[in-house]
Antibody
Framework: EVQLVESGGGLVQPGGSLRLSCVASGFTFSSYWMSWVRQAPGKGLEWVAN????????YYVDSVKGRFTISRDNAKNSLYLQMNGLRAEDTAVYFCVRRGTNFDYWGQGTLVTVSS | QSALTQPASVSGSPGQSITISCTGTSSDVGGYKYVSWYQQHPDKAPKLMIY???YRSSGVPDRFSGSKSGNTASLTISGLQAEDEADYYCSSHTSSNTRVFGTGTKVTVL
């Protein structure tokens, strides 16, 4: 059974940093693109970033370029999102998602709240 | 990277058919086969329903179907059922190798 479990969310002040983690199981992690998708409270889905199987290609939504970094450790079946320079508008539930395009499995999400 | 345009809400009676549109540009929906649809019930993670325009994901009832014409993709639910009441989002690959979601549509079963 495919499982994606996120962690690392919480309350952070504007300008602060947070690192999200996602541990994958039930499939060959190193064979799939992986993505982060977020959803602000009461709002729609927003694609944030994705990363190729071997980490050699990474893409980001314009609003997080230069502030967020996606990475992965295939030996640990783990996906990460390093978030720096956080803003109030980054407040959202962040989902770890399998694949880069047809997002076929989703974690339950971790809530990030940016507030003073 | 503007969001794809979807109607805010669509409603129908049980057994009826409804269609949700998803309008983009030639740089996303119109230019690629990578259009997918997601169903999200309240406080749940989204679920992949349709991928690559018209392929149903595993376990998705054949009441759900997808299509595309030009820059607009569509999701049709035939024989609407109470459990279909949810939010629906489209998504597309873009020419800048990013991904974009639609604005979302709330489906109400009357």
């Amino acid at each position: 059974e495919v499982q994606l479990v996120e962690s690392g969310g919480g309350l952070v002040q504007p300008g602060g940093s947070l690192r999200l983690s996602c541990v994958a199981s039930g499939f060959t992690f190193s064979s799939y693109w992986m993505s982060w998708v977020r959803q602000a409270p009461g709002k729609g889905l927003e694609w944030v970033a994705n990363i190729k199987e071997d980490g050699s290609e990474k893409y980001y939504v314009d609003s997080v370029k230069g502030r967020f970094t996606i990475s992965r450790d295939n030996a640990k079946n783990s996906l990460y999102l390093q978030m720096n320079g956080l803003r109030a508008e980054d407040t959202a539930v962040y989902f770890c998602v399998r694949r880069g395009t047809n997002f076929d499995y989703w974690g339950q999400g971790t809530l990030v709240t940016v507030s003073s | 990277q503007s969001a794809l345009t979807q109607p805010a809400s669509v409603s129908g009676s049980p057994g009826q058919s409804i269609t949700i549109s998803c309008t983009g540009t030639s740089s996303d929906v119109g230019g690629y086969k990578y259009v997918s649809w997601y169903q999200q019930h309240p406080d749940k993670a989204p679920k992949l329903m349709i991928y690559e325009v018209s392929y149903r994901s595993s376990g998705v009832p054949d009441r759900f179907s997808g299509s595309k014409s030009g820059n607009t993709a569509s999701l049709t639910i035939s024989g609407l059922q109470a459990e279909d009441e949810a939010d629906y989002y489209c998504s597309s690959h873009t020419s800048s190798n990013t991904r974009v979601f639609g604005t979302g549509t709330k489906v109400t079963v009357l």
